[in-house]
């Protein structure tokens, strides 16, 4: 499904690059955005009972590398991350620029 730029934009952090700390943060937002829409499918089951509910999140990087001419000046670094679902864009970092909720995957059940 395509994104149609229309979805409420969330940001979160201080608008920085996530440097280092995006592995933390990230899998703390992708657990939480994960037990979310988990809790809203397993309502949404037919029939209760055991077993498990599978969630898939797709989760967007975006990475910058300074660059000297045609060749990267140095080792990159994650500016910013965005959990994208049919009608939200959570991002951390530095997503300051208008396309980091219109492109990537978007959250889909199945």
């Known amino acids: 499904m395509a994104a149609t730029g229309k979805r409420k934009h969330i940001l979160k952090g201080k608008g920085k690059p996530l440097g280092n700390s995006w592995k933390k943060l990230i899998g703390e937002a992708l657990m939480k955005e994960a037990g979310r829409i988990g ?22 990087f975006f990475v910058e590398f300074g660059r000297k001419g045609k060749r990267l000046a140095r080792d990159g670094k994650v500016r910013c991350s965005c959990v994208v679902t049919e009608d939200v864009c959570v991002c951390y970092g530095q997503c300051d620029f208008p396309d980091c909720c219109d492109d990537g995957p978007i959250f889909t059940e199945g």
């Open 39 to 60: 809790r809203e499918k397993a309502k949404a089951l037919d029939k209760p009972g055991t077993g498990t509910v599978v969630i898939r999140v797709p989760v967007t």
